[in-house]
């Protein structure tokens, strides 16, 4: 089975400060994570994955995320946040063994990022 | 290229009633997943078709059903359905070779009364 824990319910920063949104993760074999975020009324929008290689992996809309395996974490994280950042955010792990897509969620992370 | 397009994207159905949900994949997608989020329980997998197979299910009754169409096109049905069904209802697509990535519609809104 696999699972994805995100620790914080809200994180709040405010605008022009770096964030940092929390993700651990459990899966057997090697994992595939993902970052996605979600804006009211909307679906999810992929931001950034991780399969293998660098473990600091670029995004859109200038985030990263560091895959750390030895801690099994793979923080979402922006040098200088925006007001439009502000959103749900969610991490997701796949087996990169698995025949199927199948992603599983963290319960999602909601940013505020205050002007 | 068009993304993951779902219909209807609100609706209102009652106790007891079924709905059917379409997703059209981006194009040369060949396989369609469905999730359900709500408030309480976030984000839950409930199947995925490939080439009009379903190859994975999660753990949802057998009330919920899904198929795949020769174009990659999905379908999803709830019937007989309870105040509980009421989520959004989200759609997802992806292509061999992408490392697993799955890009969304926008969603079903459905609430049960």
């Known amino acids: 089975a696999q699972s994805v824990a995100q620790p914080e319910d809200q994180v709040n920063v405010a605008e022009g400060n770096p964030l940092t949104v929390k993700c651990t993760y459990s899966?057997?074999?090697?994992?595939?994570l993902f970052w996605y975020v979600q804006y009211p009324n909307r679906g999810l929008q992929f931001l950034l994955k991780?399969?293998?290689?660098?473990?600091l992996v670029k995004g859109s809309y200038g985030f990263e995320a560091e895959f750390n395996k030895s801690q099994t974490s793979f923080h979402l994280k922006k040098p200088s946040a925006l007001v439009s950042d502000s959103a749900l955010y969610f991490c997701?792990?796949?087996?990169?063994?698995?025949?199927?897509?199948?992603?599983?969620f963290g319960k999602g992370t909601k940013l505020s990022v205050i002007p | 290229k068009a993304g993951v397009t779902q219909t209807p994207r609100y609706l209102i159905k009652t106790r007891g009633q079924q709905v059917t949900l379409s997703c059209s994949p981006i194009?040369?997608?060949?396989?369609v997943s469905w999730y359900q989020q709500t408030p309480g329980q976030g984000l839950q997998f409930l199947f995925e078709?490939?080439?009009?197979?379903?190859?994975n299910k999660g753990n949802f009754p057998g009330r919920f059903s899904g198929r795949q169409f020769s174009n990659s096109r999905s379908e999803m049905n709830v019937s007989t359905l309870e105040l509980g069904d009421s989520a959004l209802y989200l759609c997802?697509?992806?292509?061999?070779?992408?490392?697993?990535?799955?890009?969304f519609g926008e969603g079903s809104w459905l609430t049960v009364v």
């Open positions: 997802a697509s992806s292509a061999p070779g992408q490392g697993h990535t799955i890009y």
């Open positions: 899966v057997s074999g090697n994992p595939y």
């Open positions: 991780y399969i293998t290689g660098d473990n």
């Open positions: 997701a792990v796949a087996n990169s063994g698995a025949g199927s897509y199948q992603l599983t």
């Open positions: 194009s040369g997608h060949r396989s």
């Open positions: 078709y490939f080439s009009e197979t379903q190859r």
